[in-house]
């Protein structure tokens, strides 16, 4: 345990799922806030200015010569206090009327074959750093549902919209556990939900980081 997570993946839930219980926010501190807000300008500006300027094109360009459509996809996503914003990412399907309602299944038919491989190397996500510059989420938290999931969600746990007392983050503690993709099963869904309660309970701006540099190597190293 470093940083106050575990960052294995969990053998049981940390919080039971079906009964409420409360909720010790450490973001809830301005100063906490301030450290976190800090973080992600500089990371965010950082890549702006450095990253996406040769990155963005060159993907975009590809997407556009394999399949029709816009290089963005643009959706509605939940974010802190429950209040929507647009979520940012590069499109991987081709344009369909499900995009907005249901989730990404395994050997989905809607996945264009550049759009396998930006899934795949999580570069579709990348965009989302502007909704980071911008305040709408963060480098590091619980990861942002389509409008749809968080309402089907919320019916299986008292406790589910206390993953919306922080930002949303590009990468989070569950997804450092291996805990991304579609949720499959109850199994999935308690081990993502306690992820992210934990996450918001045992909140640190070098657990943060330590987060981030998990995310990245697991990236690089395709170690999921």
Not at 34 to 54: E, G, M, N, T
Request: proline share 5%; glycine share 6%; hydrophobic share 45%.
């Amino acid at each position: 345990m470093i940083f106050g997570y575990r960052l294995q993946p969990l053998n049981t839930p940390v919080f039971e799922i079906h009964q409420e219980i409360s909720l010790n926010n450490k973001l809830d501190h301005p100063f906490n806030r301030f450290l976190k807000r800090f973080l992600d300008v500089v990371w965010s500006v950082l890549f702006l200015l450095l990253i996406a300027p040769w990155l963005f094109p060159i993907v975009a360009i590809v997407i556009l010569i394999d399949s029709k459509g816009a290089p963005f996809f643009i959706q509605k996503r939940t974010g802190r206090g429950r209040k929507t914003f647009h979520c940012v990412k590069f499109r991987t399907m081709v344009k369909n009327d499900e995009a907005h309602r249901l989730q990404v299944q395994v050997d989905d038919t809607r996945i264009t074959k550049v759009g396998r491989f930006l899934r795949e190397n999580h570069i579709d996500e990348l965009p989302q750093v502007f909704n980071v510059f911008l305040g709408d989420m963060s480098i590091v938290g619980p990861r942002p549902h389509m409008l749809r999931h968080n309402v089907e969600y919320a019916q299986m746990s008292p406790n589910y919209h206390m993953r919306h007392a922080v930002k949303p983050g590009m990468t989070g503690l569950a997804q450092v556990r291996g805990y991304h993709g579609m949720i499959a099963d109850d199994e999935d869904y308690k081990n993502r939900l306690s992820s992210d309660i934990e996450y918001i309970h045992n909140w640190s701006f070098f657990g943060d980081i330590e987060i981030f540099i998990m995310t990245t190597i697991k990236i690089l190293f395709k170690l999921d």
